[in-house]
Nanobody
Framework: QVQLVESGGGLVQAGGSLRLSCAASGRTFSNYAMGWCRQAPGKEREFLAAINWSGGTTYYGDSVKGRFTISRDNAKNTVYLEMNSLKPEDTAVYYC???????????????????WGQGTQVTVSS
């Protein structure tokens, strides 16, 4: 499986922006669909966004549609999550995830991913 390492989390004020990065290693990155999920204390892991192996197709969860943007750079083996208009309810641990897939399968939720990073904390203050 591919190894994933997230970075870019931190503390930001409401209305601010952050960009998360996820560096992948160990396998051919372009064979994987990639995505981001988050988990707040006491809540289930929530699907945020996914991108297919080529970067040509993206999917978003309803809670972040229009505010978050997922992208990837296959030359750098990295996937990004640009987060704008952040709200206190966006506070959570954010996880990068991968799915070995070049079929353009539509990712629906956390169960569709096979590997996970260790997570990075995002805290949005009011």
């Amino acid at each position: 499986q591919v190894q994933l390492v997230e970075s870019g989390g931190g503390l930001v004020q409401a209305g601010g922006s952050l960009r998360l990065s996820c560096a992948a290693s160990g396998r051919t990155f372009s064979n994987y669909a990639m995505g981001w999920c988050r988990q707040a204390p006491g809540k289930e892991r929530e699907f945020l966004a996914a991108i297919n192996w080529s970067g040509g197709t993206t999917y978003y969860g309803d809670s972040v549609k229009g505010r978050f943007t997922i992208s990837r750079d296959n030359a750098k083996n990295t996937v990004y999550l640009e987060m704008n208009s952040l709200k206190p309810e966006d506070t959570a641990v954010y996880y990068c995830a991968s799915r070995l897939d070049r079929s353009n399968y539509r990712i629906n939720g956390p169960a569709d991913f096979g590997s996970w990073g260790q997570g990075t904390q995002v805290t949005v203050s009011s």
